[in-house]
């Protein structure tokens, strides 16, 4: 048996496929009609689901870094490479279990529903969407650095990642496998899965690409990286609107957080980690 929308394989005890997100052909579907997603997915979320998502993840984080705080007083060294490595898990776990109580859970929906599916555009277009987001992104975040440091406006200058973050010799894997891979994966199944998905049956598409970026970028608290991170944002949401699929925006953020993990090392451009 197959999905009757994408061919995908599916048993006769699933509801959804696991690919698309869809109902499963003539069989009724346990959830609340699906919004007007890249792809059809079946979204059922709202805006109230996304208000109080945004709360516990702001509660979430200000115990994880508590939490964090009173863990590496007890490190010796690496003090700072071990709390980010703390915070990025366990705020992702944070994520996730959030994401899956307001999300996921109530209308028993797949994890397709989060845009964990294959792109439903041509290998040939998605890549080039991907490359051209990631270039956007690095493109937009060195012309904002040249242009406040040309207008001397230190104040907006985006602060340095502090080496001190970056485990040193192997351990390195660890600082990459934590802001370069865990994070980039948790914050997009937040912040364009959950939070720009649901916000798109009541704003539209793009004006839940603006309020989602707005939000994603006032989570990074720094004003310094504010506009930045909004542009990138706003281009990750774009990107996941026109593939149907998360992962492309997914590698874009990888991209870019390894790109400022490794211009730390070498002492270059500064660029700002999304």
């Known amino acids: 048996m197959t999905c009757g929308d994408c061919g995908h394989p599916v048993t006769g005890a699933d509801n959804f496929c696991q690919n698309c ?4 052909s ?5 959830a609340a009609p699906a919004s007007p997603y890249p792809g059809g997915v079946l979204v059922s979320w709202r805006g109230g689901q996304v208000a109080l998502g945004i709360v516990l993840v702001l509660v979430s984080f200000a115990a994880v870094f508590l939490l964090s705080e009173a863990l590496v007083r007890l490190a010796g060294s ?3 490479a071990l709390a980010a490595w703390e915070r990025s898990h366990l705020m992702g776990f944070a994520i996730i279990v959030i994401v899956w109580l307001l999300g996921l859970r109530p209308g028993n929906l797949p994890l397709g529903s989060l845009g964990l599916r294959f792109p439903t555009v041509s290998h040939m ?16 975040n060195v012309a904002y650095v040249a242009l406040v440091q040309f207008l001397g406006l230190d104040i907006l200058t985006p602060p340095k990642i502090p080496e001190e973050i970056i485990f040193p010799g192997p351990g390195i894997l660890l600082t990459f496998q934590a802001l370069a891979l865990w994070t980039p994966f948790t914050e997009e199944v937040f912040f364009r899965a959950f939070v720009f998905a649901g916000l798109i049956p009541r704003l539209g598409v793009g004006l839940a690409v603006v309020v989602s970026a707005i939000v994603f970028s006032l989570f990074h608290v720094d004003p310094r990286v504010m506009l930045p991170i909004f542009v990138t944002g706003a281009l990750l949401a774009w990107l996941y609107h026109l593939t149907g699929s998360l992962w492309p925006s997914i590698a874009v953020h990888a991209g870019q957080n390894a790109l400022a993990i490794t211009t730390t090392l070498l002492g270059g451009w500064t660029i700002a980690g999304a």
């Open 78 to 80: 690496y003090r700072l």
């Open 125 to 140: 277009r998605y890549t080039a969407l991907t490359i051209a987001a990631f270039g956007a992104s690095i493109g937009s």
């Open 21 to 24: 997100g869809r109902a499963v």
């Open 26 to 30: 003539n069989r009724p579907p346990v």
